[in-house]
């Protein structure tokens, strides 16, 4: 069974160690970066124990015995993936604000008063595409785990939705805007292996420019 893990620079089993941590400014009008940036590496560790329990679970439900499914195999598959799914967008939407905050503060000499792309939604709504437009390739990644996670915690029609991947797992959801019959049913389909496979490439790109700036900037604070 192949799994496709978030690279963060260590697998589940390993504990943080300081060659996957970056040194942010520690003083902030938003607080600790550097506090921040480990709870994002301790989320997404986290993360990558829900894809792996996601796995073991889907393999038990589809290939196990009765004893498997009165043990909750589906259920314990199904949370986990939502818990991955929930924590990958989480961590998007701080990694956007971070790069946001640190590119003001370059450009302008002074943190923002008002951190405008706070979560994915609203940098689709101003439009802002990173520095040197590196948020740009990954649009439509942001948008597709934008339209899961709140599908997963917010959908009414979601909550009984009992379905799984037949061939590996899949992330399966349902949302109607405010569970209002005039919008029309949408339904997300995509393999797990696939939306973490393309998180690797939006989290590398975040993590190369922050890095690059931290040894331009060299914090000392």
């Not at 589809?62 to 499914?69: A, F, K, Q, T, V």
């Not at 946001?100 to 706070?118: A, F, I, T």
């Not at 899949?170 to 995509?190: C, D, G």
Request: with cysteine.
């Amino acid at each position: 069974m192949t799994i496709t893990l978030i690279e963060i620079g260590k697998h589940p089993e390993e504990p943080l160690h300081a060659g996957i941590m970056l040194h942010l400014p520690t003083e902030t009008p938003y607080g600790n970066f550097t506090l921040k940036w480990v709870d994002m590496m301790t989320r997404l560790d986290e993360a990558n124990k829900q894809i792996v329990s996601s796995h073991e679970h889907w393999e038990a439900t589809r290939y196990g015995n009765i004893e498997d499914s009165l043990q909750g195999m589906f259920n314990r598959h199904r949370f986990a993936t939502e818990y991955a799914v929930t924590g990958m967008r989480r961590v998007a939407d701080e990694l956007i604000a971070l790069i946001w905050c640190l590119e003001r503060q370059k450009l302008d000499g002074e943190y923002p008063q008002h951190v405008k792309p706070d979560d994915i939604g609203a940098m689709f709504k101003i439009q802002y595409e990173g520095p040197d437009g590196i948020l740009k390739p990954h649009e439509d990644l942001l948008r597709l785990l934008n339209d899961l996670s709140n599908a997963l915690k917010h959908s009414f029609i979601q909550s009984d939705l009992i379905r799984t991947g037949s061939d590996e797992v899949t992330v399966i959801a349902q949302n109607m805007f405010r569970a209002n019959r005039k919008h029309p049913l949408t339904s997300f389909e995509v393999t797990l292996n696939y939306l973490t496979s393309q998180y690797n490439l939006f989290f590398h790109d975040c993590r190369k420019w922050l890095t690059q700036h931290c040894q331009i900037q060299q914090y000392q604070d």
